[in-house]
């Protein structure tokens, strides 16, 4: 967790990833002027976000509203389970919905079933809506792709702080990976080599350009700077690459954390 604006707006940034491709995940929380809080595009509820989250409510009142406002898979994933957890809080959900590879409703996707209300968040700014003292807000979408899914997406302006929250729309990424990245820097080491064989070495430069690859990864899948290596190639070297390389991939990789078939 961080504190963004003192006893008004805190951010907590959680880890998503497969093969040690990891890409920090945000929840927002604002103090809202009446009391409460509200929760924009919650995290997943682990026993360290809810303990968080209880702190804020003891001193700053209960959640009182739970907003997806985007129809992102990685975003919808946790917000109907955190929702589990705040029974009072009003939940709403970003216009367009989707699941595949069946289009499900909300309530079969982990959000509460029963006489909890889900609703959409309205299309218009009018000024009876839930958050008129605290926030401007604008709907983008839904654009619907001719494939699977959709786009779509709510940006919150906070006139108390001059904080916009948006998802997707806007995507920053700095030269250097963010703190909960260097919380266990191994993924970012195991980007750094340029091929399987290599062994690292922990310093700055070394982490550095582990992250620009990890950020390649990340928003492009499929970077133009790799050379895919064969299957016999990459299973001659998966015996030879070094226990100390290994540990870089552990829990994450297959072959005991020793596979990394390209090269760049």
Known sequence: MQEVVKDKVWTLDQLQGIVNVNVPVRSTIIKLSGGGLFVYNPVAPTKECLKIVRGLEEQHGQVQHIVLGTVGLEHKALAGPFSQYFQTANIWIQPGQWSFPINLPSQLLGFPIGSRTIRE???DDASDNPWAPDFEFRV???LRF???GAFSETAFFHRDTKTLLVTDIIVKVGD??????LEDPRAILFHSRD???DEVQDIEETRLRGWRRMVLF???FYPASIRVSGLFETLGKISRVSS???LLGEGAIPFSGGLY????
């Open 121 to 123: 968040i309205p299309l």
């Open 140 to 142: 983008l979408g839904p």
């Open 146 to 148: 001719k494939s699977v």
């Open 176 to 181: 250097q990976p963010p703190p909960i990245i």
């Open 195 to 197: 091929e399987m064989l």
């Open 218 to 220: 990340g928003l492009v």
């Open 244 to 246: 100390t390389s290994k």
């Open 261 to 264: 078939p390209w090269s760049w």
